[in-house]
C-alpha cells in the first residue's frame, strides 16, 4: 500500500509546528501568558480570623458573631482557562506572497498559544469557518489534542465563497457555558461582525488576531493582474504607478483605521500578526509578545 504524499506532508508540516512553537513556549510563558489571561471567575477556600490589611468587606459577619472575633471568607481564583480559536478558512487565507500563507501562519500562532496552555493545564478549542461554522473541536486539554487542532488548522479544506465572521462568533457564544479567551483569526476583510463582537466580548475575553499578508503592501513591480480568492473577480493594478501606490495605500490604511476602531468600540482586543516575507525566528512570538505587554501595561480586562 503507497502512503499519502499528501498526508505524509501534512503531519510533517504539524511536526514541523510543534517542534518550531515547542522552542518559542518559554518565551511566551515568560512573557505573562499566566497573568494576561484569568480564570473564569473566583471560588470559596476557607474562612480565617481578620488580620490587619484584610479587606473589611470580606467578614463573615456570622461566624464573626459566633466565635466574638472577626473571621473573614477567603477566595482564590479558577485558574483553569479555556482557549477557543475561530479560524477563519476563507479562500483568502490560502495564498500570499510571504514566507507561509497566512492559513500556515494562523497554524503557528494556535499552536504557541495552544502548547502554552497544556504548560497551564488549560484547555483548547477550534471553530473553522468560511461562509458558516465548518467545523467545531470541543475544548480538551492534553498535548494530542493541541496536534489535532493544528492538524485540522492546516488540512481543512478552504471554503468557497465570502467570509462571514458573525456566524462564528454566535456559535462560540452558543456552545461556551463558562467565561472563556476566544481568538478570532481573520484578517477582517469581511464585513457585519460588529454587532456578533459585541455581544460576545460582554461574555467572554474576546481577541481578533489581525493576520497581515505581505500583499497589503505594493510589491515594488510593474503592472500585475490581481485576483480576489473569495470572488473571483481579476484588476489590473499598475504598481510603478506612484498614484496606484498611493491609492492603494490609502484604501488599506483606512480599512486598518476602520477594523481597528470598530474593534475598540466593540471592547475587543487587537494582536496585529504580519506575515513575514522571509523567515526569522520570531515571526510567530514577537505578537504574541507585544501583546501581552500591551495587556500587562494597561492592566488586565476583566
Not at 466574638?68 to 476563507?90: A, C, H, I, Q, W
Not at 481579476?234 to 470598530?262: F, H, M, N, Q
Request: net charge positive.
Amino acid at each position: 500500500m503507497t502512503a499519502d504524499p499528501t498526508l505524509a506532508a501534512l503531519l510533517a508540516e504539524v511536526r514541523r509546528i510543534e517542534v518550531q512553537s515547542s522552542r518559542l513556549v518559554t518565551e511566551i510563558m515568560a512573557g505573562g501568558y499566566s497573568s494576561v489571561f484569568r480564570g473564569p471567575g473566583i471560588e470559596f477556600r476557607e474562612v480565617r480570623e481578620y488580620v490587619d490589611g484584610d479587606d473589611p468587606r470580606a467578614v463573615d459577619w456570622s461566624v464573626t458573631a459566633r466565635v466574638g472575633r472577626p473571621f473573614v471568607k477567603e477566595y482564590v481564583e479558577e485558574r483553569e482557562r479555556t482557549l477557543l480559536f475561530l479560524l477563519d478558512l476563507s479562500a483568502s487565507s490560502a495564498g500570499g506572497f510571504g514566507i507561509w500563507s497566512a492559513r500556515q501562519m494562523a497554524a503557528r500562532v494556535v499552536a504557541c498559544l495552544a502548547l502554552s496552555a497544556v504548560k497551564n493545564d488549560d484547555k483548547v478549542g477550534l471553530v473553522a469557518f468560511g461562509e458558516r461554522v465548518e467545523a467545531f473541536v470541543p475544548p480538551r486539554k492534553g498535548l494530542r489534542h493541541v496536534l489535532r487542532v493544528v492538524r485540522d488548522g492546516l488540512a481543512l479544506p478552504e471554503c468557497a465563497g465570502r467570509t462571514a465572521i458573525a456566524p462564528a462568533l454566535e456559535f462560540a457564544s452558543h456552545v461556551l457555558r463558562r467565561r472563556a479567551i476566544v481568538f478570532c483569526i481573520s484578517d477582517f476583510l469581511a464585513g457585519d461582525w460588529r454587532l456578533a463582537a459585541t455581544l460576545c466580548a460582554r461574555r467572554h475575553d474576546l481577541i481578533a488576531v489581525r493576520l497581515a499578508t505581505p500583499e497589503l503592501t505594493p510589491p515594488d513591480t510593474g503592472p500585475m493582474r490581481l485576483r480576489d480568492p473569495e470572488t473571483g473577480k481579476t484588476s489590473l493594478a499598475d504598481w510603478s504607478d506612484p498614484r496606484v501606490r498611493a491609492e492603494y495605500e490609502a484604501r488599506v490604511a483606512a480599512w486598518r483605521a476602520r477594523t481597528t476602531a470598530d474593534l475598540r468600540r466593540a471592547h475587543v482586543d487587537l494582536m496585529e500578526v504580519p506575515v513575514p516575507r522571509e523567515y526569522h525566528r520570531d515571526a510567530v512570538a514577537r505578537p504574541i509578545l507585544q501583546f501581552f505587554r500591551m495587556r500587562e501595561l494597561r492592566g488586565e480586562k476583566r
